[in-house]
């Protein structure tokens, strides 16, 4: 059930919010948790205020989050129940087809898996808990908070990072040396070749 606030805002169930994307980085996730455990009660209010979960509304009544994905497991772990919402578009009226066409086109979904592969819509996880673990994505995080590149606006620009140091860096040492993954990848971030990815740091050379 959804109580309407004003405007676009609501409020409703974080359980009932649907992915647009299918991994995250669980790494991303336990940073989240640790701060929300680190908040009191009127700080935890305010956080949930400032950071509504964008969502469009689908068939059935189904609130599809686009943002925050991280967030939102996070909060499902650490036991909240519910969220504010800020309502982009309704696209309830739409058949299934051409839901995902729109979607797409706003740049609302990333029907991508853990390896980088792209997957039919329906291959969606029905549910925050369902979205499964892409380390690359931790990855680029990492990175980005340590200055390989900057903070981006685009939508899903930290896969488009995850993508490229997948290419780079072998998973066992993902999971054997995360440290110095993460000390090469910094250095690959600032890399001539990286220079098509949002937020890149690097230095354009003279030709």
Known sequence: MINRAH?????????ALHPTQMTVGRREVAIKRHEWSALKGKERKQ???RHCFPVVLGARGRHY?????????????????AVWMMELDDLSWLKPTQFWSAMEYWQWVH?????????DFSALPSRLQDLRDDPYRSLAGEVQRAGGFAKDTAPYSEFL??????EKLSRSLLRNHYGRATKAAIKLSHKQDARYLPGWAGIIRAT
């Open 7 to 15: 405007s676009n805002l609501v409020v409703g169930k974080l359980s």
């Open 47 to 49: 956080l949930l205020q």
């Open 65 to 81: 989050i686009v943002d925050h994905h991280h967030f939102g497991l996070a909060l499902h772990e650490e036991g909240v129940k």
């Open 111 to 119: 029907p991508y898996d853990a390896d980088g592969k792209r997957r």
């Open 161 to 166: 990072w995850a993508d490229y140091f997948r």
